[in-house]
């Protein structure tokens, strides 16, 4: 059974950037595409940004577009999401998804396997 395990959050100030990293166990051995989400206090879970299998293709919400760059490494089973420019709104629990197969969603309800979640607070 393939689990999430995520690393990389923490506090920052305004400004900062953090990378954050999501390892997947339990050999995965099918294609699959990966996608971070974000939910903030009192919101709803929300897209960030996801990449296909083949790393050829990428998506990211408007809010982080220019400041967020998603990243994978097949060998190590791993996506990263590093962060910069960091504002006080990025605040949130941060946490990675799969999906299987070769191509990239922005729907929750489309991925298969979640993370448990890693805080990043952006003080101002």
């Known amino acids: 059974q393939v689990q999430l395990v995520e690393s990389g959050g923490g506090l920052v100030q305004a400004g900062d950037s953090l990378r954050l990293s999501c390892a997947a166990s339990?050999?995965?051995?099918?294609?699959?595409?990966m996608g971070w989400f974000r939910r903030a206090p009192g919101k709803e879970r929300q897209f960030v940004a996801a990449i296909a299998w083949s790393g050829s293709a990428t998506n990211y919400a408007d809010s982080v577009k220019g400041r967020f760059a998603i990243s994978r490494d097949n060998a190590k089973a791993t996506v990263y999401l590093q962060m910069n420019s960091l504002k006080p709104e990025d605040t949130a629990v941060y946490y990675c998804?799969?999906?299987?197969?070769?191509?990239?969603?922005?729907?929750?309800?489309?991925?298969?396997?979640w993370g448990q979640g890693s805080q990043v607070t952006v003080s101002s």
């Open positions: 998804a799969l999906r299987w197969g070769l191509n990239i969603a922005s729907g929750p309800s489309q991925y298969d396997v």
């Open positions: 339990g050999h995965p051995v099918n294609e699959y595409a």
